[in-house]
């Protein structure tokens, strides 16, 4: 089984501040890893995954995550943050092989102050 | 395109009620999900269809039903509601070509409250 491990459950940052939402996971089989945002009273949308190929991996809005093989790490990253960034972030693996079920982590709530 | 659609929005049940949460996308795509949000836990998994006339389990199925007569609908019954089932709930499709998985694109979610 897959288990995902968001380290921090909120992050407060200044605007324009760099920020890093840390997420590890634990599986036996090869996963593809996967960032989404919630923002207030919304759903889920996709702000990047990683499925093969080069470990750094680039998003919409500017952030972008890093694939950690050894670390078992897929931390997420944006060098400068703005107000409209104020969201839940979650962090989710799936197995490579058989159905596309989403193993979900706590989820990082990130506020950003001005 | 719509993509994924749920209604209703919001629900408040009483204890023993039964309802149907309904879920609909218009993207063709052969996965669909039922999730569940609580606070600190993330989403977990209730149930999956990896297509027309195929349900499976997912991590949390007690108390809940589905089904997945075609393609574009995958609704997801309440049997007998308890307080316990007080969540927001995000239906979510996928399509997969040659078992790559794809983005899953999520509803706008029913906040559903029993008491």
């Known amino acids: 089984a897959q288990s995902v491990t968001q380290l921090d459950s909120q992050v407060p940052v200044f605007e324009e501040a760099p920020v890093e939402l840390r997420c590890n996971y634990s599986s036996s089989v090869s996963v593809y890893l996967f960032w989404y945002v919630q923002y207030p009273n919304q759903g889920l949308q996709l702000l990047l995954k990683?499925?093969?190929?080069?470990?750094l991996v680039k998003g919409i809005n500017g952030f972008e995550a890093e694939f950690n093989k050894s670390q078992t790490s897929f931390h997420l990253r944006k060098p400068s943050v703005h107000i409209s960034d104020t969201a839940e972030y979650f962090c989710a693996v799936t197995k490579i092989q058989g159905a596309q079920k989403l193993v979900f982590g706590q989820g990082t709530r990130l506020t950003i102050n001005p | 395109n719509a993509g994924v659609t749920q209604t209703p929005k919001f629900q408040v049940l009483k204890t023993g009620q039964s309802m149907t949460l309904q879920c609909a996308q218009d993207?063709?795509?052969?996965?669909m999900s039922w999730y569940r949000q609580d606070p600190g836990m993330g989403l977990r998994l209730i149930h999956y269809?990896?297509?027309?006339?195929?349900?499976d389990q997912g991590e949390v199925p007690n108390g809940y039903n589905v089904s997945r007569s075609t393609t574009e609908d995958f609704p997801l019954r309440l049997l007998s509601a308890a307080p316990s089932q007080t969540s927001v709930y995000f239906c979510?499709?996928?399509?997969?070509?040659?078992?790559?998985?794809?983005?899953?694109?999520f509803g706008p979610g029913t906040r559903l409250t029993v008491t």
């Open positions: 990683y499925l093969s190929g080069s470990t």
């Open positions: 993207m063709n795509h052969e996965y």
């Open positions: 979510a499709s996928s399509y997969s070509a040659g078992g790559t998985p794809y983005e899953q694109y």
């Open positions: 269809s990896v297509g027309a006339g195929i349900t």
